[in-house]
């Protein structure tokens, strides 16, 4: 096969590659646009039925309110009426028993008239004593029309204009939520949100982070965080396990919540971090993560290590005080090379650590710089990163040493500084003791 044909052979074979890559790039990318399709269609369809459902809600609630406002105006006018038309029923009772005496009166006065002579003055006599009982001159009194109740509804439209303004301005539709999340970072058993605002004339007062499992069928999401910071820990979630999250805002002076955000898929891949068992003088919980200094050993108490070599550089390590006992010198939290056994703190050499009183040790040597002493509510975080590496000394035949560059945080301040690690390792230990009980630390 000549040169030509194999150079030909060649560039058919990059074409048909490049080809195949330009397919599946293209390939993705309609995969993309349907996705985006999708939640067009989707969240519209959502906000339509919203909507409906909503305002579906409003009418039935008003046609209810303005029918009970209603029945109670027209339950005024009959109280009304039925007060007012009572005297007056009485009077026209009384008005027509004067008619029927006068009228009775009339047909004896007539008949006396009409009578003979010898019984004309016994009649008339008879009807002159009962026109004197009846009182003919005494009549009963008819209310004025001006003081007889005239009932009228008092109704204008200023109730139509309100609901007019209130109602044209009632619910919005926004093409995209105010917020959304702009990072997931892992953690040992974690995942780190973050969100941010997209709309800069959206005044947050409070933010509202949900999570639950994905594909997870109809399994509802959790409450994860309420208030105003911009990021959040997701603790107790399973490694290698994806987990959508979503985030809503509220308003300065506002009482409703903005729309969700697009939700985001996040996952860890790793392991939470564990106490170990077995220590003396300390209970675990259910998950390991936290740990409690009890009464069974007084007088001497052990490091509690972790479980393994789990924590790496560039990672934060923080410890939360739930509980706090009396303060010990001795007191130790803290990352070390090896879970050296029998030994009451990490105050040793390849360690670093605080103790209880705020005192920072490297190597077992106290620094010369503090930090706030440890009290319920604190944290303390370590974060470390890799500043050098070189071979070790003549000691320690074809190994290398790091220095590592360690901050220290808790309050509101933190320490800085170099820790030499004589050995080169891939993970580290995390640790704590506790000279007296009642100490309860978590860690993650």
């Not at 009772?93 to 009409?114: F, K, M, P, T, Y």
């Not at 539709?173 to 941010?196: A, K, N, T």
């Not at 509690?304 to 006992?325: E, V």
């Not at 004589?422 to 009642?438: K, P, R, T, W, Y």
Request: aromatic share 8%; with cysteine; glycine share 8%.
């Amino acid at each position: 096969m000549s040169v030509e044909v194999d150079a030909l052979l060649q560039e058919a074979k990059e074409s048909i590659e490049a080809a195949q890559n330009y397919r599946s790039e293209l390939q993705q990318r309609l995969h993309g646009l349907n996705q985006a399709r999708k939640q067009v269609r989707g969240s519209s369809g959502q906000a339509r039925e919203a909507l409906r459902r909503h305002f579906a809600e409003l009418q039935v609630a008003a046609t209810r309110l303005l029918t009970e406002r209603l029945d109670a105006l027209l339950a005024e006018v009959d109280s009304i009426e039925a007060d007012s038309v009572k005297p007056l029923d009485d009077c026209q009772s009384l008005i027509e028993h004067g008619v029927g005496q006068a009228d009775e009166l009339l047909r004896e006065g007539e008949a006396a008239l009409r009578c003979g002579l010898g019984e004309k003055e016994d009649k008339l006599g008879s009807f002159t004593k009962k026109a004197i009982h009846i009182q003919l001159d005494s009549l009963p009194e008819v209310p004025a029309l001006v003081d007889v109740p005239c009932v009228s509804a008092q109704l204008d439209d200023s109730l139509l204009v309100l609901l007019r303004d209130r109602v044209s301005r009632h619910g919005c539709v926004s093409s995209h939520p105010p917020v959304q999340i702009d990072e997931l970072q892992e953690r040992p058993g974690s995942i780190l949100v973050r969100w941010c605002k997209v709309d800069e004339d959206f005044m947050a007062a409070d933010y509202w982070l949900q999570h639950r499992r994905s594909g997870s069928g109809g399994s509802q999401y959790e409450d994860s965080y309420i208030g105003r910071d911009c990021e959040f820990l997701v603790l107790h979630v399973d490694p290698h396990t994806d987990y959508l999250f979503r985030v809503c805002a509220r308003g300065e002076g506002r009482t409703e919540w903005s729309p969700w955000s697009v939700p985001q898929t996040g996952y860890t891949t790793l392991a939470s971090h564990e106490w170990c068992l077995g220590t003396e003088g300390y209970v675990l919980s259910s998950r390991r993560n936290i740990a409690l200094r009890n009464e069974s050993s007084q007088t001497r108490c052990q490091v509690l290590y972790s479980n393994a070599a789990t924590y790496f550089c560039g990672q934060t390590l923080t410890f939360k005080i739930s509980a706090a006992g009396q303060v010990d010198r001795r007191d130790s939290l803290g990352v070390c090379v090896g879970n050296e056994k029998g030994v009451e703190s990490l105050q040793r050499d390849q360690a670093v650590c605080i103790s209880t009183k705020g005192a920072v040790f490297v190597n077992g040597k106290e620094m010369t710089n503090q930090l706030p002493a440890i009290t319920m509510g604190s944290a303390v975080t370590f974060d470390m990163e890799v500043v050098s590496l070189f071979p070790a000394g003549n000691s320690v035949s074809d190994g290398c040493s790091f220095k590592l560059r360690v901050t220290i945080g808790s309050g509101n301040r933190e320490v800085v500084f170099d820790w030499l690690v004589e050995q080169a390792v891939d993970g580290l230990f995390f640790g704590c003791s506790f000279v007296h009980s009642g100490w309860k630390v978590l860690v993650f």
